[in-house]
């Protein structure tokens, strides 16, 4: 592991351990539950996790990614595949979800609505308040299939650069 990959863990694991233990003090020091916010100040810890966990992961990817390579593995291998694939999971769950409630309706402070307003609204407070915010399940999701992506461009393009250098002029 390089001397910056050193540094940047350290900083990015101090951040996660910071973070959370902000998040845990509004939960348990301050008696407001998971679920509590009430201002910009209470989303702060709660994506700062998500930063510092994104970063840690970054580096420990490309990392590994990189020791693949240099033992004469490909980087992207299938299990990364199954991951990437896997990584569509939330938003299909959402998507079914959202559709379902169409027919049975989305219901919230008193008001119920049907049809296509039922499943923006299940759509927007599932996807964006509880799986971006609080819990950021999607941003998570998607930093990890630009990730792939990213690395699986790189990859191809080093595989075709040394086949075109090996071809007898």
Not at 6 to 34: D, H, M, N, Q, R
Not at 40 to 57: D, E, H, N, Q, R
Not at 150 to 165: G, H, P, Q, T, V
């Amino acid at each position: 592991m390089k001397k910056y990959e050193k540094a940047l863990l350290a900083i990015f694991g101090l951040c996660t351990v910071l973070s959370i233990s902000a998040v845990l003090y509004i939960w348990y020091g301050l008696e407001k539950g998971p679920c509590y916010i009430d201002d910009v100040i209470t989303v702060v810890p709660y994506w700062c996790t998500f930063v510092s966990l994104a970063g840690l992961s970054a580096v420990l990817v490309s990392w590994r990614l990189r020791k693949r390579a240099e033992t004469g593995k490909k980087p992207v291998s299938g299990l990364y595949l199954m991951s990437f694939i896997l990584s569509f999971l939330p938003f299909v769950l959402l998507i079914i979800s959202s559709i379902n409630s169409m027919s049975d309706g989305f219901s919230f402070m008193g008001d119920t609505w049907y049809g296509a307003e039922a499943f923006w609204d299940t759509f927007s407070w599932n996807g964006i308040l509880v799986f971006g915010c609080l819990v950021p399940v999607f941003p998570a999701m998607i930093f990890w299939q630009i990730l792939y992506i990213i690395k699986r461009i790189k990859y191809r393009r080093k595989r075709n650069s040394e086949i075109i250098k090996k071809q007898p002029k």
